[in-house]
Each structure stands twice: as C-alpha cells, then as structure tokens.
C-alpha cells in the first residue's frame, strides 16, 4: 500500500498505541511454561507476536486467542512439558523470537532448528550463542557465521556461571536468564549498561528468586515451577513514539495517548524530550501487572539541541531514529552518542536513519559511533520508498507529516510487525 501525506493544520485526539511488543513476547513465553492457565489482555496481536505464538504452540502449548478483544488464554506445560516439534520453528521477522527461544530450548532435550525471514538472517546471534555456550549449551550456527539457521542441542546447563556481557541487550539478558531456569544452580550475569528489565519483573512476579544489584542480576536458584500470572499489557512506549515526536514538533497540537508502559528501564525517550524542553505530562499513574503505566499528554514544545549519552541508548533504543527527527526542529545541534546497535535491527537503522531524514532536508551524519543532527531545519516534502523496517516506514511517515509539501510513501504495510492500525490513528490525529 501507498500513502500521500501533508501536514495537517492540527494535531487533536486521543490515541491508545497496541501492547507492549517486549511484554507480549514474554507474556506468552514465561506462561508457556508456567504450571497453569492464564489470561493476557491487550496482547499485541503483530507479525511478530504471531511468529512467538505459532512457535509456541509447535512446541505443545495451547494457546487461544480472541482476536478481536486482544485476549488470549495459554495453557501452561510446565518448565518440563515442551515438546521437540518435527518440523523448523519459524520466527518471521522477529529478533526477539528467535533470541528468547534459543535460551528457552536450552532445556529441552532434542535437536531443534531455528530459521527466519531475509532480514532475520542478517541479524547478529552469535551475540546470544556464545554467552549461552558458555553456559554449557549446545548451539550452533548452521554456516558458522554467527547467523541463523540455528541448532539448539538440548541438553543440561551448568549452575554458578557469572557471564560478563559485551554488549547491553535485554534480549541477551533475557535468553540467559530462560536458560538458567533449566540450570543446576544460581545464573549471575553483569551488564555493560542497564537494559529494560521486563524479565526481571515478569520472572519475579511468577515466584522465581532474582536479586538485581546496579547492573548485576542473579537467578538465585532455578524454581521448581512457574506460577502462572494473568496480564494485562500496557501500550509500547516505542508506539507511542511517533506520537509523542508528531506532538512535540508540530506546531499546533495537543495529544493524550492512553494507558502507556512507563517503566523507568523504558522512559529514556521522555527524558531525552524534556531535557530538550518538551512540553509532556504524565497523568492517571498507577502499576498494573508490576509494571508502571500513566496516560500522556504531549503539547507542540520549543525544543534545544543537547548532547544525549550512552547511559541513556539502551532506554530509548527504537525511539532514537524518532529523537534525531525531534532533533532536526531544535534550536542548535544535538549529538546521540552509543548509537552502534541501530546497525544490527531489522535493517541498518543508522545509515536509514540519515538516508530519510536528509531527503526530507535534514542535515544528519554520523561520526564515532556518534549521530550529529544540525537542528533549525525546515523538512521538504519528498518521496520516499519504503523498506520491510517497521520503525523506518514510520518514521517517514511522521516526517511527512512535518515536512512542508506534499510527501508520497511507497510499500508503508510493514507497520504490521508492531502496529497494525498505525496508518487508521495516523488519520484520526489529522485535523484540517
């Protein structure tokens, strides 16, 4: 599908972004294996959840959904009742499929190989197999280039392991904690930069022991069972996004986007926008499921250019192509710094980044592992083909939505993977 966009001369309404995609994915996972039924509401029925459920329930899990009510009942196996499928598992698209799979299957005795789409196949995973091995598995990369296919050999993991990690990445940390659910003893790991921690929350609330000390989590000792826990799922952080940014640099807007995920491990977007003068409110804060949810509301703002650490990547790590379009209306220049891992997602997000926002007329580059983005720019309508990136496609689609002109976006269907009604809440914001 295509799409002719210009800037609206309000931004007005009220918007409720899909569940959690992080949540979701762990929602489904950890009850899977837990030791009874449970419920999940506002599950984000994307792509990318599709591929985790229909791994699931290759693997001998019941899993039912109401699709039009984003309700669906898993009938948890138990830590020891997954069963070896006959055929691959087939994670689609999603990273955080494959990387929470490969540390779960662990624990299950048997050979089973993991496969994915032409972007998936790209993607890093030698990231998650050393860790792992080190660990005691047995996981291979199939052309030992550290990509998948990959053969998880199941068998025992060795308790008292303390993995240093390189790289900050909850979905490392996440596959190793799963694995260490089928150890014989405490699982430690230490993290370069602390990462969302959803895990750690979820697991915790299900009746396992994790201790969490600065950047050091410890699966004290693996629980004999999971105690299954009805969630209900805030809307993403990440989905909010594009809202957020529309609202910030639009010059007459006022949006109130409902019930969003606000965990502190998430919030690094917020406080990246506000340090920059952002005009946002939390309100209706309370904790739902163990994790902080609020309503926001998000005013055109004046916003200046500011140097953005390292520290603070991890926390807004999907959001920061959204950041450096903020950027681009600011007053002076704003530089991102620990910007190396937008290199390894669904697409180089780095390069893409640059690629669009300066043929809508910004002036981004790169530098050290550093984004440089002069602010003060004026964004042309221009026209734009769009990639399977599901942040990338609405990323164009929020700068056509500033630009000046009238911009045209071709193949804008890859929003699927994280947010099936984007283009439908992308109209009903639109006031003319």
């Not at 039924?37 to 329930?57: E, M, N, P």
């Not at 926008?273 to 926001?296: F, H």
């Amino acid at each position: 599908m295509d799409k002719t966009i210009s800037r609206p001369a309000k931004l007005r309404g009220v918007v409720k972004p899909p569940g959690d995609k992080s949540i979701s994915h762990r929602s489904l996972i950890f009850n899977a294996v837990a030791n009874k039924q449970s419920l999940i509401s506002g599950l984000l029925l994307s792509d990318d959840i599709l591929s985790t459920i229909r791994i699931l329930q290759k693997l001998g899990v019941q899993i039912d959904i109401a699709e039009n009510e984003n309700i669906c009942k898993v009938y948890g196996v138990g830590l020891h009742g997954l069963q070896v499928p006959q055929d691959d598992l087939d994670c689609g698209n999603s990273g955080t499929t494959m990387r929470l799979m490969i540390g779960l299957l662990t624990g299950i005795k048997g050979n089973i190989q993991l496969i994915g789409d032409q972007s998936l196949q790209k993607r890093p995973m030698e990231r998650i197999i050393g860790p792992l091995n080190q660990m005691g598995a047995n996981i291979l990369s199939v052309n030992s280039d550290g990509l998948c296919p990959i053969i998880v050999h199941g068998q025992p993991i060795n308790g008292g392991q303390e993995i240093n990690l390189e790289i900050a990445s909850a979905q490392v940390k996440s596959a190793i904690l799963l694995a260490g659910l089928y150890s014989d003893g405490s699982t430690k790991l230490i993290e370069p930069i602390a990462t969302r921690d959803h895990t750690e929350r979820m697991l915790t609330a299900m009746g396992a022991q994790i201790s969490i000390k600065d950047n050091q989590i410890e699966l004290i000792e693996p629980p004999n069972y999971l105690n299954s826990q009805n969630i209900d799922i805030p809307s993403d952080i990440s989905s909010a996004a594009p809202w957020i940014i529309a609202a910030v640099i639009h010059p007459d807007a006022e949006i109130l986007i409902e019930n969003v995920g606000i965990n502190p491990s998430r919030f690094g977007i917020i406080k990246i926008l506000v340090s920059m003068g952002a005009n946002i409110e939390i309100i209706n804060r309370k904790t739902i499921s163990n994790e902080e949810v609020g309503d926001l509301v998000i005013k055109s703002s004046v916003l200046n250019g500011i140097i953005v650490s390292k520290e603070l990547v991890p926390q807004a790590i999907d959001e920061i192509p959204l950041i450096a379009l903020a950027a681009c209306f600011a007053k002076g220049e704003t530089q991102i710094a620990g910007i190396e891992e937008l290199k390894v997602k669904e697409s180089d997000r780095l390069k893409n980044t640059i690629d669009i926002l300066n043929q809508f007329g910004g002036n981004i580059t790169s530098c050290k592992q550093v984004m440089i983005i002069e602010g003060s720019r004026i964004l042309k309508a221009t026209h734009i083909q769009c990639s399977d990136d599901h942040r990338m496609t609405m990323l164009a689609g929020i700068a056509g939505l500033i630009a000046d002109g009238t911009s045209s976006l071709v193949n804008i269907d890859s929003v699927s993977i994280s947010y099936p009604s984007f283009w439908n809440d992308f109209d009903l914001l639109s006031i003319n």
